[in-house]
């Protein structure tokens, strides 16, 4: 696995990751995104990212480009017994499926769908 990272400004990394599968016949796939981030409050920090342009970063022929975006906001919720917890919330999330897995396997789009977790 391949992994690179460069930092734009103290709010944006562009990050870069070839993943080799290991199912034959499949290309690997590369994933190529530019992150950014805010805070919002001093609880509360928004996070998203998205794929990068061909322009941005050149394609491979010996590698399928994985294409998505999402919006994750974390939220301080305070202590339990000590230990701090956040809540996070999928504001949205889309994966091109068929750039994952070589054809539409699952439904590629969730966009909207708020799912909230604490960890």
Partial sequence: MKVEAQIENEHSILFYQVCKLKIRGLLPREVALRVIWQRIS??????????????ER???????????FAVHRFERIG?????????????AQWIDSASLCGQECVDPAVVGE?????V
């Fill in 79 to 91: 202590d339990e017994a000590g230990i701090p917890r956040t809540m996070h919330t999928y504001i």
């Fill in 114 to 118: 708020h799912i909230s977790e604490e």
């Fill in 42 to 55: 001093e609880d509360e920090v928004v996070l998203c990212y998205s794929t990068l342009s061909s322009e």
């Fill in 58 to 68: 050149p394609l491979n022929r010996q590698y399928i480009r994985a294409k998505t």
